[in-house]
């Protein structure tokens, strides 16, 4: 008993806990956890995740995937967490391939390992982050730390604890525990780059022993109103070794830039997928796709002001509402910048905009501006009479009720995300054929437009014939 004393106050000295007597509600809580013991924690999990912000319109449900296995594993001392998933596609007709993700955050930090390469994935850190904070054992120590609220109520005839704190500016916590010192629901929030304070409700249990270790067998989660997690627990483990380093790279160069000519007047702007595009015309210039958060809009937009200085940005093409996608379309709207989307986007970003932004404000929030949308239906042409820059929603995509893509018919370029994105050049073509793939080469027909080059958002430059190729259809005779 004595050990576990001395534990629990070095605890509270290391992460500026308030020294509470050892019989306070909370302190119940994280005996029952033995919080002041476990500086590390793994579970094993199988059941159903819901992609966040990948879903087909922005009123349908997350897509859902079935995770065969998830080890999640925490470093409480070093707020480090590491993902490894298993899961297969659940929307299909017939469940897809297994396919393995590896998501880890430390800090502010946030990035993903893809073979041997770790890819940054900053915008990621704010949603990773907080699965730390609202974890069982997470939670109880932030609590001390922020000198959490502890109240009793009754409700539905069940006398509860409620927790609530706000973790260091960025997470809101309201945690339910229950008389047996069991925390059984969360709700929260934190600053997300496309909505703003997110709302976040987790329930947990029941609660069982395993190998000696109680922790819930269940987690529910639902953020912006729809399940993201419904996972059944296999198995856990306390204070397993865990040794996450944030790679040099990842600190140092969070969100990389690079560009390259594709034709005149017209530049690919990579460096981590996805990528933008920008194109320059008479008078102005219009940047297609804003991914990956605030930070690498800023980073485009200094690349941007390099290629072509004396020319301002006029418009952002946001090819859909998906996440990754759209990130960081609220910086170039903090610059005044038109934001040309499909009509089914404008309702979902605007009612972001009226959303509370007191988490994570970003450069929009702070200005107070509102964003000026130009939509469009099933086509749109901006031109200055010089270029003109043709868009088309790519009708009966499987991936995007309203999906948008850019041609320049002079230079026969496809600006397209997510339709076809090409493997590795001299790669044999995929043996089933991609439905994506396959409606965006019928969209092209319909259209009647020649394509010489695809610009993807994602991956490489490739010339039409790989998509061609990768449907099994040969190009035509010339």
Known sequence: MLTKLVIALALCALTGFSVEAQE????????????STTKTFQFTANGTSFQLGQ???????????????????????????????VRMAGQTQTVGPERQAVYVVSGDHAWRVEGKDMVPRLFEAPELAHEIVISPHG???????????????????????????IDRGKHKVVAYANDQNAIE???????????????????YGPYREFAGVKFPTKILQYQDDKPTLDLTL??????????????????????????????????????????????????????????????????????????????PIKYLVNTHHHFDHSSGVRAYAAEGITIVTHESNRPYFERAALNSWNLAPDRLAKSKKKPVFQTMGDNMVLTDGARSVELYQIVGDPHHDGLVMAYLRKEKLLIEADAFNPGPAGAEPPKVPSPAAVNLEANVRRLNIDVDRIVPIHERIAPYSELLAAIGKKPPAK
Do not use: C
Request: hydrophobic share 45%; glycine share 4%; aromatic share 8%.
């Open 24 to 35: 306070t509600e909370l302190q119940r809580i994280a005996d029952a956890l033995d919080v």
């Open 55 to 85: 879903n087909t319109s922005p009123a349908a449900a997350w897509p859902r995937q079935f995770v065969k296995s998830l080890t999640r594993v925490y470093d409480f001392t070093a707020g480090a967490m590491r993902d490894q998933w």
């Open 139 to 165: 939670l109880v120590r932030a609590a001390f730390a922020n000198n959490a609220s502890v109240t009793k109520k009754t409700i539905e005839g069940r006398e509860m604890t409620i927790i609530s704190f």
């Open 185 to 203: 629901r969360v709700e929260s929030s934190y600053g997300h780059p496309v909505v703003g304070d997110i709302k976040v409700v987790t329930y």
């Open 234 to 311: 296999t198995a856990v483990r306390a204070n397993p070794p865990v040794d996450i380093q944030v790679p040099a790279h990842v600190i140092s160069d969070p969100v990389p830039v690079k560009s390259e000519k594709v034709a005149d007047g017209v530049w690919y702007i990579t460096g981590v997928s996805a990528y933008s595009v920008l194109i320059e015309m008479k008078d102005y210039l219009i940047v297609v796709e804003a991914p990956h958060g605030e930070r690498r809009s800023l980073a485009v937009m200094a690349e941007v002001k390099k290629l072509v200085p004396n020319k």
